[in-house]
């Protein structure tokens, strides 16, 4: 039998049955319980939404070690971007003056970015998100939308085009602050 023969409750059971093994190899990576619980729920759902794509493996625990630390490497460059991201913030931050219209400036900021954010067509949304928000590559992000790598480019580059733009018009100020934020 193989994955792609499964349904939900043989791969009930073949979850049971390799349950444990993915998560000793992913918390021998990752020490915090429940980002290796959260790493392993993502590779079986990788595993249960690829699994008519899989029917070609011969040795699946191989696969499924490949799997989990593709994982494991994606969870730390989240959290590589995301330190990286606080990190520039709190720097940014440091620099300015902390004097009440720096502390209305920035959130008047994050309030014009998430207003125009929320305007952009979906795919768009959902491209800008992933890649910004969440620091998903445009390969990750094709597979989750199932759309071209070339698709992805091309609606983030229209979600900063218009973020760009927006913000020239009505904030000049905050663009610049964006600008030294984001580089």
């Avoid at 995301?82 to 400036?105: C, K, P």
């Avoid at 390969?139 to 973020?163: F, H, M, P, Q």
């Avoid at 020239?168 to 030294?180: I, M």
């Amino acid at each position: 039998m193989t994955i792609t023969t499964m349904d939900k409750d043989l791969f009930q059971q073949f979850y049971q049955e390799h349950k444990k093994s993915v998560f000793a190899i992913v918390n021998l990576r990752i020490s915090d319980l429940e980002d290796a619980k959260d790493v392993v729920q993502e590779i079986f759902l990788e595993l249960w939404l690829k699994r008519d794509q899989l029917a070609d493996i011969k040795e699946i625990k191989t696969y499924i070690y490949v799997v989990a630390r593709n994982h494991v490497i994606s969870a730390f460059r989240k959290k590589d971007i995301q330190l990286r991201n606080e990190g520039l913030l709190l720097q940014g931050l440091n620099t300015l003056d902390h004097s009440a219209e720096d502390n209305t400036m920035a959130k008047e900021l994050v309030q014009q970015i998430n207003s125009i954010v929320q305007n952009l067509p979906d795919t768009t949304r959902q491209c800008y998100h992933l890649s910004k928000n969440e620091g998903k590559r445009n390969g990750e992000i094709a597979d989750l939308l199932d759309i071209s790598e070339k698709t992805v480019r091309n609606n983030i580059s229209e979600a900063l085009k218009r973020l760009k733009s927006n913000l020239k018009a009505s904030h000049p100020e905050l663009l610049a602050l964006l600008v030294f934020l984001f580089r």
